[in-house]
């Protein structure tokens, strides 16, 4: 099993900025890579929708409310994916979540995908 650890998540005002990091671990085998990674967000009562998304090979995309402002990102070394996000509105409060494939060696070698549990980002004047 991965633990996914999302933090930097807090409240600030419109037009500042935040980064959110989400830490991978495992207590079983060792994580040999990050294939993937997904940034999520959810408003209760509403649906998750996607954020932003990136994989290993260099690829990156983000959802429309996302681009120009939000930027992914992952350190494959230190098992760590990133969303740094510019220029916060109020409309982007809500729970943040990661969502990772990784390549797990334990014996065997599998790919797995884990999500974290998320962190709160919450933009008010």
């Known amino acids: 099993q991965v633990q996914l650890v999302e933090s930097g998540g807090g409240l600030v005002q419109p037009g500042e900025s935040l980064t959110l990091s989400c830490a991978a671990s495992?207590?079983?085998?060792?994580?040999?890579?990050?294939?993937?990674w997904n940034w999520y967000r959810q408003v209760p009562g509403k649906e998750r929708e996607v954020v932003a998304g990136g994989t290993s090979g260099g690829f990156t995309d983000y959802s429309d409310f996302a681009k120009g402002r939000f930027t992914v990102s992952a350190d494959n070394a230190a098992n760590m994916v990133y969303l740094q996000m510019n220029n916060l509105q109020p409309e982007d409060t809500a729970v943040y979540l990661c969502?990772?494939?990784?390549?797990?060696?334990?014996?065997?070698?599998?790919?797995?995908?884990?999500w974290g549990k998320g962190t709160l980002v919450a933009v008010s004047s």
């Open positions: 495992t207590t079983s085998g060792r994580i040999r890579s990050i294939n993937s």
């Open positions: 969502n990772v494939d990784v390549t797990l060696v334990s014996g065997l070698i599998y790919n797995r995908v884990f």
